[in-house]
């Protein structure tokens, strides 16, 4: 029952960050990377 | 869950999470707004048919621009993969986790899980500390994806070079040395069950915190069991009982457990 009580609060928790990460730009900066060729993984560095 | 089905949910999601098939014949990558999602899985976002961000990858690059402020929306992204699923993301929903496998089934000797690999466990979480965490904040560089990640160098940085030429250009020490990363790992997993989950995927550490609280995974009825500990001894990870943190929920134990203790669903 303990864990079950931690595990939905993680999961609040979980979506209120979202939530405000969301409001914060985050996707954005999320996305902005994301549709870059990422030199560092690719191996240039 | 039977293997196959594993097998099945493994296959459809390493299409899936690549499904962009047109960036492999361009060598462009996906640009789409679905691209700030992130998979729960280990899947390089500069794989040419990556339609999502990867979590690891994400993660590092918003520790790199935080500027000491929380990634709100990573450090969320990441708590609801762990807190709904676990590490059974890793037996179910990690491409990078499918290839191991597959190089496992190559017949050779096989170096069985010991005291040995279950210290080399705890590898991924200084793994993670150093290079996920303290090398963005201090160097400002995604060091995981930059000096290790087997998973960038498969996805992204071969077929980026094969099919690119003004990256092909531009390949200089540091490609030769992931590409040696990358061939070590491949090697060393065609011995060794899941070498990278276990002992250096950070992915894998983060989700391993949760593996005790995830609402969905392996669970064992403590009524029925009897400890006799059949499941431990025929599960190929480093685990010390189902459902711990290097537990990855594959379903293995299931089969040989003659109480029918163990089922997977809702925690």
Redesign the interface.
């Known amino acids: 029952m303990e864990?079950?009580k931690?595990?939905?609060i993680?999961?609040t928790?979980?979506?209120?960050?979202?939530?405000?990460?969301?409001m914060?730009g985050?996707?954005?900066?999320?996305?902005n990377?994301?549709?870059m060729?990422?030199m560092?993984?690719?191996?240039?560095? | 869950m039977k293997s196959f089905r594993r097998r099945y949910m493994q296959l459809l999601t390493a299409v899936l999470y690549n499904s962009h098939i047109s960036g492999f014949f361009t060598g462009k990558?996906?640009?789409g707004?679905l691209?700030?999602v992130?998979t729960p899985g280990l899947n390089?976002?500069?794989c040419p048919g990556a339609i999502?961000?990867?979590p690891l990858?994400?993660l590092q690059?918003?520790i790199q621009?935080s500027h000491g402020r929380f990634?709100?929306?990573?450090?969320?992204?990441l708590?609801?993969f762990?807190?709904?699923l676990g590490r059974t993301i890793c037996g179910f929903l990690c491409p990078f986790g499918l290839i191991q496998e597959l190089l496992h089934k190559i017949p050779t000797p096989k170096i069985k899980k010991n005291r040995i690999t279950r210290a080399l466990s705890y590898i991924k979480y200084v793994i993670l500390a150093v290079f996920v965490v303290l090398i963005p904040f201090i160097k400002l560089?995604?060091g995981f994806?930059?000096y290790i990640?087997p998973a960038?160098?498969l996805e992204?940085?071969l077929p980026?070079?094969i099919l690119n030429e003004g990256?092909r250009s531009?390949?200089?020490w540091?490609?030769?040395?992931?590409?040696f990363v990358l061939a070590v790992c491949i090697l060393i997993c065609i011995f060794v069950y899941r070498a990278f989950c276990r002992f250096i995927c950070p992915l894998g550490a983060i989700y391993s915190f949760?593996n005790?609280?995830?609402?969905f995974g392996i669970k064992v009825d403590k009524d029925k069991c009897t400890n006799c500990k059949t499941c431990v001894n025929a599960c190929k990870m480093d685990v010390r009982s189902v459902g711990d943190r290097e537990c990855i929920s594959c379903g293995d134990c299931r089969s040989v457990c003659k109480e029918k203790a163990i089922s997977f669903g809702k925690?």
């Open positions: 864990r079950k931690t595990g939905f993680i999961l928790v979980s979506v209120i960050l979202i939530v405000l990460g969301l914060a985050e996707y954005r900066e999320v996305w990377k994301a549709v060729i990422c560092e993984c690719i191996g240039l560095g | 990558i996906y640009k707004e691209k700030g992130c390089c976002y500069s999502g961000a990867c990858g994400s690059s918003a621009k990634p709100l929306y990573m450090l969320g992204t708590l609801l762990g807190v709904l560089t995604p994806c930059k990640c960038g160098t992204a940085g980026l070079a990256i531009k390949l200089g540091l490609f030769s040395w992931k590409v949760f005790r609280v995830s609402l925690n």
